[in-house]
């Protein structure tokens, strides 16, 4: 059981969402919130596995487990814990393994394209085999913007239109709340919580 867990985030809007969780469902774990923006800026401007570099050095000065909540640079943080020599989990691979458990035809939504290889990817480790991804339309906007209602709306816009789909994954942890506001009877995943206790758990996240 770890009991001392960082938190790398790349927004600090999701620092609430996990301190909320860690109320709620760990009482006595403690959270460690380390924000990097410019993570996500790079790997959105070069690609996610470009800032390898960047992320290398950001988890070092960790020096613990960390648990990655953000999807584009989830799995090249991922790969670096053998060199690090500590765990370094990513927040979203219990959802997709939950996903794969749903059923073949998945639906992976996002707000920036960043996301859609790394989740793919993800995806494609734990199983996947029909795949189907897309970016919600202006729901970046929205949240750069600070329109978080606006966002999950557009977001959960987005979910209701899929159909031919056992399971949608949320690709980000920005997009849970949406979750909330669909009327698909598709199930919708989202990561936060299970990546949250998975971590805290001291294990492999899938």
Not at 60 to 77: F, H, K, M, N, R
Not at 142 to 156: C, I, K, T
Request: hydrophobic letters at 50%; a negative charge.
């Amino acid at each position: 059981m770890v009991t001392a867990l960082t938190l790398l985030h790349t927004s600090p809007v999701h620092v609430p969402v996990f301190e909320a969780l860690r109320e709620r469902e760990h009482p006595g774990a403690v959270l460690r919130h380390l924000v990097v923006p410019e993570l996500l800026d790079m790997a959105r401007e070069r690609g996610p596995e470009a800032v390898e570099a960047e992320v290398r050095a950001v988890l070092a000065e960790c020096g613990g487990p960390v648990l990655v909540t953000c999807s584009s640079i989830a799995g090249v943080a991922e790969s670096l814990a053998p060199e690090l020599g500590f765990p370094v989990l990513r927040v979203d691979r219990p959802m997709a393994a939950e996903a794969v458990r749903k059923g073949p035809r998945i639906v992976v939504l996002a707000s920036v394209e960043s996301t859609l290889a790394p989740t793919g990817a993800l995806l494609a480790e734990e199983g996947a085999r029909a795949v189907r991804s897309r970016v919600v339309p202006g729901a970046w906007e929205r949240f750069a913007a600070g329109d978080e209602d606006g966002y999950l709306a557009a977001v959960a816009e987005a979910a209701d239109a899929v159909t031919d789909a056992d399971v949608i994954v949320l690709a980000q942890v920005s997009m849970a709340g949406a979750a909330a506001l669909v009327r698909t009877r598709v199930p919708v995943l989202s990561s936060p919580a299970a990546g949250l206790a998975a971590a805290l758990a001291g294990g492999r996240t899938g």
